[in-house]
C-alpha cells in the first residue's frame, strides 16, 4: 500500500522562500518519476514539478527558474525547494507517484498548505 506525505508548506512573505516534502511509505526508486501539483482557491489543479528516476526535470511555466524539484532515494523523500515565492504561488500543494497499471489510480498526498502573503 503506498502512501504519501506532504510537509514544510506555511505562511512565508513575497520573495521568501520554502521547502516542502514528500515522503513515500516505500522506496521511491519503484516510481519512474514523481511529480508536484498545486491548486488555488478558484482554479484547477496545475502542475508545478516533476522528477524521473534518472533525475530529469520538468517544470511548469508559472514555477520556471523558481522551483527546484529533487529526490533522496535514502529518506524516500521528494523535495519541492521554493524561491522568490509570490503571493500567485499560494495554494495547497500535492505530490503525485503513478498508478502501477493503466486500470489503477495514480497515488496522491493529502497535500500541505502554501500561503504567500505579506
Known amino acids: 500500500q503506498v502512501q504519501l506525505r506532504e510537509s514544510g508548506g506555511g505562511l512565508v512573505q513575497p520573495g521568501g522562500s520554502l521547502r516542502l516534502s514528500c515522503e513515500a511509505s516505500v522506496r521511491i526508486s519503484r516510481f519512474s518519476d514523481i511529480g508536484w501539483y498545486r491548486q488555488a482557491p478558484g482554479k484547477e489543479r496545475e502542475f508545478v514539478a516533476d522528477i524521473t528516476k534518472g533525475g530529469y526535470t520538468t517544470y511548469g511555466d508559472s514555477v520556471k527558474g523558481r522551483f527546484t524539484i529533487s529526490r533522496d532515494n535514502t529518506e524516500n523523500t521528494v523535495y519541492l525547494q521554493m524561491n522568490s515565492l509570490e503571493p500567485e504561488d499560494t495554494g495547497t500543494y500535492y505530490c503525485?507517484?503513478?498508478?502501477?497499471?493503466?486500470?489503477?489510480?495514480?497515488?496522491w498526498g493529502k497535500g500541505t498548505l502554501v500561503t504567500v502573503s505579506s
Open positions: 503525485k507517484a503513478p498508478r502501477p497499471t493503466i486500470e489503477a489510480m495514480d497515488f
